[in-house]
């Protein structure tokens, strides 16, 4: 006995890759802000400084 399959392919749509790339890759530029920038791309102020400064204390990264 043969079980039917759905007529449309299970397989992911081609549109996956490109988000999940990207995601990706904003994933990554965050990290890098929040681990290892120390103020250096972060120049619009204090703020962004203490935000990713505490960011870095939330993930118990080192950072002085």
Not at 18 to 26: E, K, R, S, V
Request: net charge neutral.
């Amino acid at each position: 006995m043969t079980v039917p399959t759905p007529a449309r392919a299970v397989a992911a749509p081609a549109i996956s890759l490109p988000i999940a790339m990207l995601t990706l890759g904003l994933l990554l530029v965050l990290a890098y802000l929040v681990t290892f920038d120390q103020g250096a791309l972060s120049r619009s102020g204090m703020l962004m400084h203490e935000l990713m400064h505490d960011g870095r204390h939330l993930l118990g990264v080192p950072c002085h």
